[in-house]
T-cell receptor, first 113, second 116 residues
Framework: DVKVTQSSRYLVKRTGEKVFLECVQDMDHENMFWYRQDPGLGLRLIYFSYDVKMKEKGDIPEGYSVSREKKERFSLILESASTNQTSMYLC????????????FGQGTRLTVV | AQTVTQSQPEMSVQEAETVTLSCTYD???????LFWYKQPPSRQMILVIRQEAYKQQNATENRFSVNFQKAAKSFSLKISDSQLGDAAMYFCAYRRYGGATNKLIFGTGTLLAVQP
């Protein structure tokens, strides 16, 4: 059974803190993604990685960075958390070109106070 | 840039009835994939159905089927014999064909309520 695991389901952090959201997949997928989900806005891509140490900005990268040191792990970093980063964060992975489907983690609901 | 539009923020259907969720998209590509994902209250995104643009036949998965109109850039999801477990947020998504770095582009979602 394929699996994408996010380290936390719920997280509460203070403004200005450095926040790490971790995602691990066990499918040997090349591509990994971080999305942000907000009501009425759908899923917006923050960053994606197509190989170890390779990354590309998505649609809303401001205030975020990522790290992919190993194929199975993709981390999203909020350098200095702000209240407007309170949101649901979803990690996904896929394996082009054969696999078109993306598999998702269970989401992390982050609240910045 | 490709975009995906879901114009129905919320829909409601009676149990055992049929409901259709709408999706339109904009692209200049000729080859691509379209998807419907379901997100129940558990938040786990689940693939419902997939359509390859080069296939004229509409995809079907049990009670779920699509009406793919390539010229109109329309991709609607029909749920037949609706069940209480179908209540969820449904997202339409687009992915360009081929390439190693293609990403999924999502619509804003439709929240489906199923009334007993």
């Amino acid at each position: 059974d394929v699996k994408v695991t996010q380290s936390s389901r719920y997280l509460v952090k203070r403004t200005g803190e450095k926040v790490f959201l971790e995602c691990v997949q066990d499918m040997d997928h090349e591509n990994m993604f971080w999305y942000r989900q907000d009501p009425g806005l759908g899923l917006r891509l923050i960053y994606f990685s197509y190989d170890v140490k390779m990354k590309e900005k998505g649609d809303i990268p401001e205030g975020y960075s990522v790290s992919r040191e190993k194929k199975e792990r993709f981390s999203l970093i909020l350098e200095s958390a702000s209240t407007n980063q309170t949101s649901m964060y979803l990690c996904a992975s896929s394996s082009p070109p054969k696999g078109t489907e993306a598999f998702f983690g269970q989401g992390t609901r982050l609240t910045v106070v | 840039a490709q975009t995906v539009t879901q114009s129905q923020p919320e829909m409601s259907v009676q149990e055992a009835e049929t409901v259709t969720l709408s999706c339109t998209y904009d692209t200049s590509e000729s080859d691509y994939y379209l998807f419907w994902y379901k997100q129940p209250p558990s938040r786990q995104m689940i693939l419902v159905i997939r359509q390859e643009a080069y296939k004229q036949q509409n995809a079907t998965e049990n009670r779920f089927s699509v009406n793919f109109q390539k010229a109109a850039k329309s991709f609607s999801l029909k749920i037949s014999d609706s069940q209480l477990g179908d209540a969820a947020m449904y997202f339409c998504a687009y992915r360009r064909y081929g390439g190693a770095t293609n990403k999924l582009i999502f619509g804003t979602g439709t929240l489906l309520a199923v009334q007993p």
